[in-house]
T-cell receptor
Framework: AQSVTQLGSHVSVSEGALVLLRCNYS??????LFWYVQYPNQGLQLLLKYTSAATLVKGINGFEAEFKKSETSFHLTKPSAHMSDAAEYFC?????????????FGSGTRLLVRP | DGGITQSPKYLFRKEGQNVTLSCEQNLNHDAMYWYRQDPGQGLRLIYYSQIVNDFQKGDIAEGYSVSREKKESFPLTVTSAQKNPTAFYLCASSGLVGEQFFGPGTRLTVL
């Protein structure tokens, strides 16, 4: 069965510092991987996706993620945090052969940005 | 603009009452999904539909029902059998490679 683990329910960084949010997955087939961002009382917005093309994926707002098959990881990074990055981030996985495109979500990481 | 709309934004339910949450999309997507989100938790799948007039249970379907009479619409009914319905409900539809696009959500509170 697929699963997603996000290490750290809360991550705090200073403005301008590197952002690193961790995501590990388990899947018996090649996965599709996604990162979403959620601001308070809003829906989820897609940041980026990995669908078996380039292993380094660039997304919106300066975020990127690298798919590492050997480590079953898909960590999200941003070189320099902005105050506007404070939000909750979710990693999700689906199986490439699953036509239902069901997503399995991690429990989320809340990013706090200190001035 | 293409997108997903959910209504109402806030909904209050009395004990023993059924309520229906609306979800509409104009993205021409075949697949649609309903999720429940509780504080500090990820999203849990309630129901999904890959095509009109067909839908499947997700991980937490008990106490919920859905219909899919039109491609654009996928309403969710929270029945009186759902004993703990207070949560944030999110509707989504799926694009070409499975990325899901989400609506703004409905916050349901039991009085």
């Amino acid at each position: 069965a697929q699963s997603v683990t996000q290490l750290g329910s809360h991550v705090s960084v200073s403005e301008g510092a590197l952002v690193l949010l961790r995501c590990n997955y388990s899947s018996s087939v090649p996965p599709y991987l996604f990162w979403y961002v959620q601001y308070p009382n809003q829906g989820l917005q897609l940041l980026l996706k990995y669908t078996s093309a380039a292993t380094l994926v660039k997304g919106i707002n300066g975020f990127e993620a690298e798919f590492k098959k050997s480590e079953t990881s898909f960590h999200l990074t941003k070189p320099s945090a902005h105050m506007s990055d404070a939000a909750e981030y979710f990693c999700a996985v689906s199986e490439s052969g699953d036509s239902s495109y069901k997503l399995i979500f991690g429990s989320g990481t809340r990013l706090l940005v200190r001035p | 603009d293409g997108g997903i709309t959910q209504s109402p934004k806030y909904l209050f339910r009395k004990e023993g009452q059924n309520v229906t949450l609306s979800c509409e999309q104009n993205l021409n997507h075949d697949a649609m999904y309903w999720y429940r989100q509780d504080p500090g938790q990820g999203l849990r799948l309630i129901y999904y539909s890959q095509i009109v007039n067909d839908f499947q249970k997700g991980d937490i379907a008990e106490g919920y029902s859905v219909s899919r009479e039109k491609k654009e619409s996928f309403p969710l009914t929270v029945t009186s059998a759902q004993k703990n319905p207070t949560a944030f409900y999110l509707c989504a539809s799926s694009g070409l490679v499975g990325e899901q696009f989400f609506g703004p959500g409905t916050r349901l509170t039991v009085l």
